[in-house]
């Protein structure tokens, strides 16, 4: 079966379940749910049988068996769960009837373009503040709290920057680090920090992939082991990175 066969309306709703598909990959969602999301829409508008196939960099969707499948790449992900949250708002409303085929399009496609996410000095300064609460959860001193937000906001900051200068993720994510473990020594060099390593520790916490080893733990526990395993992978990848930096630092120090 060609696309042309399909109907203008099953065309609509394929692509009204990939974008939604999409727009929760990109934003950090786990596989499992980007799935059910999906299946949950295509049901909703009369198609009881979809099948939909996801990975970190690709959802493969098609309805009652009907050929040609569709495929969509995902080349960029990061964290923004605004936008799920509205997508998951979105699935409600049509699951309720609230809205036809064509309106929801509209309104994922609204979504997709806006920018939901905070603006970057207000992530950084929270990742300088997590910076210095984490140093005083992990019983540092509080001589160290400045030290700790300096050296974890200059971190973020470079992290920020060299991911869209370079799109090389875990090469940001090592320089990053580096920067960090720099700043610190230079801190505790000059008597202005004490504990070492603490103030590192503190620091390079807003770069730990945290929800990505949530995600990947729970795409395992539902099954997904492809996306599981992938993504697992890449939250060692990057505590790798972020170690790696550190060593590189201290082997010069």
Not at 110 to 124: L, P
Request: negative net charge.
């Amino acid at each position: 079966m060609n696309v042309e066969s399909i109907s203008p309306k099953n065309r609509d709703i394929i692509e009204v379940c990939l974008l939604a598909g999409k727009i929760m990959l990109q934003s950090g969602a786990e596989t499992y749910r980007v799935e059910d999301t999906m299946f949950r829409i295509a049901a909703s508008y009369g198609i009881p049988e979809s099948h939909s196939f996801v990975t970190p960099t690709g959802i493969i969707f098609s309805i009652d068996g009907d050929d040609p499948s569709k495929l969509i790449r995902i080349s960029e992900r990061s964290t923004d769960l605004q936008k799920v949250t509205v997508v998951n708002s979105i699935s409600r409303r049509i699951s309720s009837g609230e809205l036809s085929v064509q309106q929801a399009l509209n309104e994922l496609k609204e979504a997709e373009k806006a920018g939901m996410a905070y603006s970057i000095w207000v992530r950084i300064a929270a990742a300088s503040i997590s910076s210095g609460c984490f140093l005083i959860m992990f019983q540092g001193m509080w001589n160290d709290f400045i030290p700790a937000m300096v050296a974890g906001g200059l971190g973020f900051s470079c992290l920020l920057y060299l991911h869209a200068l370079v799109q090389i993720k875990f090469f940001a994510e090592f320089l990053s680090s580096s920067v960090i473990g720099l700043v610190a020594i230079l801190f505790v060099s000059t008597g202005m920090g004490f504990e070492l390593d603490k103030i590192i520790i503190g620091s390079v916490m807003p770069l730990v992939p945290g929800l990505l080893i949530t995600n990947a733990i729970r795409d395992l526990m539902a099954g997904h082991l492809v996306s599981g395993i992938s993504k697992g992978a890449e939250a060692f990848l990057t505590a790798f990175a972020i170690g790696t930096g550190i060593a590189v630092v201290f082997s010069f120090y």
